[in-house]
């Protein structure tokens, strides 16, 4: 079973990787078809970083909703130490 530290830890992963991408894609110089393929991927991995919230143990679809609130959660269960 997967515990709540490794979903917080999953979601982080994914809001990590998207603003990395989104910051990425604004600052390189790529088509305008490869930007909007990359930003459509990028908003797939927010909305699957937020929905892992409804896969912790006592689910709370809110966890997940930012980076920051994502990292306030992973701090609260260990996740960075």
């Given at each position: 079973?997967t515990?709540?530290?490794?979903?917080?830890?999953l979601?982080?992963?994914?809001?990590l990787a998207?603003?990395?991408?989104?910051l990425?894609?604004?600052?390189?110089n790529i088509?305008?078809?490869?930007?909007?393929?990359?930003s459509?991927?990028?908003q797939?991995?927010?909305?699957?970083?937020?929905s892992l919230?409804?896969?912790?143990?006592?689910k709370?679809?809110?966890?997940?909703?930012s980076?920051?609130?994502?990292?306030?959660?992973?701090?609260?269960l260990?996740?960075?130490?």
């Open positions: 079973m515990t709540n530290s490794e979903i917080a830890e979601a982080y992963s994914l809001h998207a603003n990395r991408l989104r990425t894609i604004s600052i390189i088509p305008s078809a490869y930007r909007i393929q990359i459509r991927h990028v797939w991995m927010i909305n699957q970083a937020q919230g409804n896969e912790l143990q006592a709370n679809p809110q966890a997940f909703l980076k920051e609130s994502t990292e306030r959660i992973c701090e609260q260990g996740v960075f130490d």
